[in-house]
């Protein structure tokens, strides 16, 4: 277990935000999903009572709850009762196969699951005997036979003779979550963030968003994603209302919208895509509520954000730019899009965006640089992870901490460029990481499903620019006999062993995969094959 982080001191609580906000509006709608409308009293209780369960059962200060579940009422009071109780909430992205979810069980030593009894058959099989789980919670249904884990009721949660729901005052720094995200091992690694960081996050995008009591933010994002977590502690924060949805096509967002009224709602490129589609059921109704859009998960596409702004005229859109382990970086306000189209901005508020060069020295306009990110978000680092951490966390380059100055900075991997009145360009990835629809992907785990196949040598995988997903993959492969593979025969087997965003996009069979001087796969040699 990481040790604890430096300088802890007593503070509030992330479930603190919710209780605040009751107390000003108590009968405020809160909260909607379906036919269930939820007000701020009414999330309040329903927390403290999962809060009161998870206690009752043993769970302690810093044990790990993972939440594997689409979007629903549950999922929210699980949440903040998580919190409330002192424990760790761990969400986990729904479209993981069995063998991804059980990693992060065991990454984390997780001792209670949520989840509802179709999603607990579907990874039973992959979990590790004995596992570290003492608990699984379940929405619905009935554990399988042979889990050989102690089972319960979410509505059971609250039904515990206890005096009172745990107070829940907790360290602003004590550890509040981990969001795990693909990493180079290939393996997904967790990103913990601490109560502070939460909190500091919604008060930023708050501040640049001018997000307030009167508005409604339509939640299409998984709260497994550090945005679509921020949407909730958000809209929570400054007392207006979230409205969660899951949804397949278009149509249902523009349903929402115009239904509930939306005035914020953020994306990530394929959804942007579908909306700005020429067919799109955007482009026949009128949005007077919706102030803002926002994207996440990758750059819009220029013709995707020319079609969304003549559909939505009266919208302003906000293009932002981050990374899960400092959350967002930078923001381009919507009257700087037809001078500067292509930016993504300047620092959010409370934060110092700044480009270093291979000697460690500011660039000057116009040069390449790692973008490093210091301010309130930068999160505690990789959970289990302590060499990767240090690589990435490291000491402010510019300042001494016995000057008072900032202790932590994230070297954030991405090579951006600024001009001459500091906004600043993506350029590309410092390491082979993909992000595609929102995703980061590990080239790693994608290539261990095409080494599966027996006649599959070597192989590599790349992501090649996409005007719609931002990234899409590539793969290259190399075969053990002279016999060429139908390359919709190895999509179809990452299909069967990978998410949908995971799988390649094409296959290109090679005679042997460029190496460097270190014998290393040549990734840059690939990508640039990519774009030929």
């Known amino acids: 277990m990481p040790p604890a982080p430096e300088n802890a001191q007593s503070g509030t609580g992330l479930h603190l935000m919710l209780q605040a906000s009751a107390e000003r509006s108590a009968g405020k709608e809160a909260l909607v999903h379906g ?48 919190s409330q109780a002192g424990g760790v909430f761990v969400p986990i992205h729904e479209s993981l196969f069995p063998s991804q979810v059980a990693h992060i069980i065991d990454d984390c030593a ?123 502690t958000t809209a929570i924060q400054q007392g207006g209302t979230l409205i969660l949805l899951k949804f397949i096509f278009a149509r249902e967002i523009v349903a929402a919208l115009l239904q509930e009224r939306i005035t914020v709602l953020a994306g990530v490129p394929t959804l942007w895509s579908l909306l700005a589609r020429p067919d799109s059921t955007l482009n026949k109704h009128s949005f007077p509520c919706l102030r803002t859009i926002t994207n996440t998960g990758g750059a819009m596409p220029p013709l995707v954000l020319a079609a969304l702004r003549r559909a939505l005229p009266t919208t302003s859109p906000v293009l932002m ?6 959350f967002r970086s930078t923001y381009l306000p919507a009257e700087e899009l037809d001078r500067r189209p292509t930016s993504i901005g300047k620092a959010i508020p409370q934060t110092q965006v700044f480009v270093i060069n291979d000697r460690g020295q500011p660039c000057q306009p116009g040069e390449t640089g790692e973008l490093v990110h210091c301010g309130p978000t930068v999160s505690m680092g990789y959970w289990g992870h302590k060499e990767l951490s240090a690589a990435v966390f490291r000491p402010h380059p510019f300042s001494s901490s016995e000057l008072g100055g900032p202790k932590k900075v994230c070297y954030s991997g991405d090579l951006v460029r600024t001009d001459d009145e500091g906004f600043l360009y993506f350029v590309g990835r410092r390491d082979a990481m993909i992000k595609s629809s929102g995703f980061r992907i590990s080239p790693t785990e994608v290539e261990l499903v095409l080494l599966q196949c027996e006649e599959v040598e070597a192989a590599a995988v790349i992501g090649v620019p996409d005007e719609v997903l931002g990234q899409h993959i590539k793969a290259f492969v190399v075969t053990r006999s002279s016999e060429i593979l139908d390359p919709d025969q190895l999509i179809a087997l990452c299909a069967e062993h990978l998410p949908s965003y ?19 796969v040549d990734y840059p040699a690939l990508r640039h094959r990519g774009k030929s």
Do not use: W
Request: charge should be negative; glycine fraction near 10%.
């Open 35 to 82: 036919d269930q409308r939820l007000t701020y009293s009414e999330v309040v209780a329903g927390a403290a009572s999962v809060a009161q369960g998870l206690q009752f059962k043993g769970l302690q200060r810093g044990d790990r709850v993972g939440l594997y579940l689409g979007p629903c009422v549950p999922q929210v009071l699980s949440i903040f009762g998580v």
């Open 110 to 232: 997780m001792k209670v699951l949520i989840t509802d009894s179709r999603k607990l058959a579907k990874i039973a099989c992959a979990l590790t005997k004995p596992s570290s789980l003492e608990l699984v919670v379940l929405l619905e249904g009935e554990a399988p036979t042979d889990l050989g884990i102690p089972t319960l009721g979410f509505s059971q949660l609250g039904g515990f003779d206890v005096a009172q729901a745990p107070e829940g005052d907790h360290p602003d720094q004590a550890l509040a979550a981990i969001l795990y995200t693909s990493g180079s091992t290939g393996k997904p690694k967790g990103v913990m963030l601490s109560h502070a960081n939460i909190v500091a996050g919604s008060t930023i995008v708050s501040e640049y968003l001018c997000i307030n009591e009167t508005d409604r933010l339509l939640a299409v994002l998984p709260f497994s994603f550090d945005a679509g977590l921020n949407q909730l």
């Open 321 to 326: 730019y981050g990374f899960t382990e400092a």
């Open 502 to 520: 995971m799988v390649p996009k094409s296959v290109e069979m090679l005679s042997d995969l460029p190496k460097t001087t270190s014998g290393k």
